[in-house]
């Protein structure tokens, strides 16, 4: 007889998350009083907007209902205004609000894939598209960019290569999560051609389109002519105004028949966060000073990690160009093991270490796991530079100490 409490195919596929999957290990060192510098996670550090926080602190609703599947209207109309800023020209009704870009990601996979089709994505990638893919039935092919080639894209020829009768999209995320690449001019007109010659759906994740650090202009998949049909673009408010915990994404597009379908997706599921809703809205009109100041915080952010982390003896990390987050190799032979073993057996403590605590250490997210082939990201870790100058200094001092005793052992 089968085993009828056999754990679903589907579960057992699914990877751990490499930006998670070390913190019962943080949480243990934390119980021993080490103090974690922790740069495996894209959760800034920058206050929530006031004004934001203010409609948290002054809800007077009696009753907190359910919203519209689509999301508020209201809401939707303030995106059109912020969107236009970036020359994306849109109606409310174009704007499906999610719970987090992570369902938008998810109900793009459900509505325009089927099972078994297959999808072309660069990695190194976010790891969580490994994930909804296997959540829709879907394949992930991947096209590899390399660390020594700053992770530019491929010639033509290389997605060509992953094309057959299962392809059915092109996913790309710009500015990219985990390397901080931004996409050229060049690079999106080569996707849009090859979108529109092959007529696929080209998924466009741009959550970190305020983080850019070139004077090269920011380009949307909105922007491309002739395939706006194919484009899904995905949005969250998480990371350009500190509020990743209230869960409110968005799902983009003017195909017509992608939004049906994805509705039925979103009824399902009722409805996305009703005070998620409320602290977005408050937070896109009237926060431009607020938006300048976080932008300049992490230019100098982004400027302090990347040239202290080419300083360390045996690390090199290309310059970001965009989002908070940059890949790094390291002098070690694993990085996961490496990654481990700096929250279980190494802590540092020099006169600097505040009174009462046992020593510090750095918390990173292996980049094995935003590869297909875990080989390719061996020697690699995922940093986010979300703490403050001092303490990002701080951290890539017990990096290199760590780096010095673990090559020692």
């Known amino acids: 007889m089968p085993d009828k ?15 998670r999957m070390l913190a019962p290990l943080a949480d243990a060192a934390e119980e021993r009083g080490v103090k974690i510098y922790r740069l495996n996670i894209g959760q800034p550090d920058l206050p929530t907007p006031q004004k934001a926080l203010d409609v948290l602190k002054h809800i007077d609703r009696k009753v907190l209902e359910y919203s519209p599947s689509q999301g508020f209207r209201s809401l939707r109309e303030a995106l059109v205004n912020y969107y236009e800023r970036y020359q994306i020209k849109l109606t409310p009704d174009e ?123 920011y380009i949307s998949a909105m922007h491309l002519e002739g395939i706006e049909q194919n484009v899904v673009l995905i949005d969250s408010v998480s990371k350009r105004y500190s509020e ?47 938006s300048r100041e976080m932008y300049e915080e992490y230019v100098e952010r982004r400027k302090c990690l990347i040239d202290g982390v080419n300083r360390i003896p045996g690390c090199y990390t290309p310059i970001p160009m965009g989002a908070f987050y940059t890949v790094v190799k390291l002098p070690v032979d694993d ?57 990002l200094k701080r951290a890539l001092l017990v990096l290199e100490k760590a780096l010095e005793e673990y090559n020692k052992r």
């Open 335 to 391: 990085a996961a093991k490496f990654c481990a073993w700096c929250l279980t057996d190494f802590c540092y403590k020099d006169e600097a270490t505040e009174d009462g605590c046992a020593g510090e250490t750095i918390m990173m997210a292996p980049a094995a796991g935003f590869y297909s082939d875990p080989e390719l990201g061996r020697d690699q870790v995922r940093l986010a530079y979300i703490l403050r100058k001092p303490e």
């Open 5 to 19: 409490l056999r754990i679903s195919d589907r579960g057992l596929q699914m990877p751990a998350s490499p930006i």
């Open 95 to 217: 704007i499906i609000i999610t719970t987090g870009g992570s369902e938008a990601v998810l109900f793009a996979f459900m509505s325009c894939l089927n099972p078994g089709d297959e999808i072309i994505v660069p990695e190194p990638a976010y790891a969580n598209y490994m994930s909804f893919a296997i959540s829709a039935g879907a394949v992930i092919r991947t096209i590899a960019t390399t660390i020594d080639e700053g992770f530019c894209l491929p010639k033509v020829e290389k997605f060509e290569e992953l094309i057959n009768e299962r392809t059915k999209a092109i996913l790309i995320c710009n500015p990219n999560n985990p390397t901080g690449y931004l996409y050229t001019q060049h690079e999106m007109n080569q996707i849009r051609d090859l979108v529109k010659k092959y007529n696929l759906f080209l998924f466009s994740d741009e959550v970190y389109r305020e983080f850019i650090y070139t004077g090269s202009p």
């Open 244 to 290: 990743c915990g209230t869960r409110i994404g968005a799902l983009i597009t003017k195909n017509e028949a992608v939004r049906r379908t994805v509705m039925k997706f979103c009824q399902a599921r009722l409805s996305p966060p009703l005070i998620g809703q409320l602290i977005a809205e408050a937070s896109i009109e009237g926060t431009e000073q607020y």
